[in-house]
């Protein structure tokens, strides 16, 4: 009987410890996410977009989240991928590499850029007004979500989905410090079951084998719960008080 409680217990300790695994890991991967996909990007004002064409594959392939963050023209260099409008003011933009770095007529310095799945370069170089930032890091996958969720609300939505995943981030550690805390007033319910008294009618062992066994007429003179106590010091026997009418409990 002990033995498969105490399979019972084990079992349920391994189920206990697997939630708290999926707990924690699905608390981490919450947090990773608010973190890189939301908070950053707020954090550093930065603009996030979604890759739609193969021009910039397979690296940035169709779907992949791009995080890009505002940055000065002087401080961009061949190698960098930019964010920039096809033309100044027009909200549509294409996210390329810069191949090559020149001067315009008034001075300015002005970008050739290419895809780096495309043969050839840009038609038109790419002015310092056009450009909408630099790319700070790429999640592959999620720019599909956020396609879903459209351009006009991204950012309002952002933000309550920052929330959202704070919020549920703080209820799994909560969850885990009060089920942690629980788990240490509990009682070790293996510990109450060895600490259990014998059952009445299991033989008597050690030292308890030496008290006389009652009988249900012995048990009727002491009422429907009789307690009896260890009598050390004298050698009757209860039915001998039986005889003499009166019963004496030993204190």
């Not at 608010?34 to 990007?41: G, K």
């Not at 260099?77 to 409008?85: A, E, K, L, S």
């Not at 996958?141 to 995943?165: E, K, P």
């Not at 805390?181 to 060895?194: I, V």
Request: hydrophobic fraction near 40%.
């Amino acid at each position: 009987m002990s033995s498969g409680r105490s399979n019972n217990s084990q079992a349920l300790r391994a189920l206990k410890f697997t939630g708290s695994a999926l707990s924690l890991v699905a608390m981490c991967v919450t947090a990773l996410a608010a973190l890189v996909l939301i908070i950053v990007p707020l954090l550093t004002g930065s603009q996030t977009y979604s890759v739609l064409t193969n021009s910039m594959a397979p690296k940035y392939a169709p779907g992949t989240f791009l995080v890009v963050k505002p940055t000065p023209a002087d401080a961009l260099q061949v190698g960098d991928v930019i964010t920039y409008q096809i033309e100044s003011g027009d909200p549509t933009v294409i996210t390329h590499r810069i191949i090559g770095v020149g001067a315009g007529q008034s001075g300015e310095r002005v970008f050739t850029t290419q895809g780096d799945n495309n043969d050839l370069a840009d038609e038109s170089p790419v002015q310092e007004v056009q450009i909408r930032g630099k790319l700070s890091y790429a999640v592959p996958y999620v720019g599909f979500i956020a396609n879903g969720l459209g351009n006009s609300d991204r950012g309002a939505i952002a933000q309550w989905a920052a929330v959202g995943l704070l919020g549920y981030g703080i209820v799994l550690l909560v969850r885990g410090g009060l089920e942690k805390k629980r788990k240490g007033t509990e009682p070790d319910m293996d510990a109450m079951l060895l600490d259990l008294p014998p059952r009445s009618d299991a033989p008597a062992q050690g030292r308890n084998s030496a008290l006389p066994r009652m009988h249900d007429d012995d048990a009727s003179l002491l009422g429907d719960d009789p307690i009896l106590h260890d009598c050390d010091h004298c050698d009757h026997e209860i039915s001998a008080r039986r005889a003499s009418g009166a019963v004496s409990v030993a204190v």
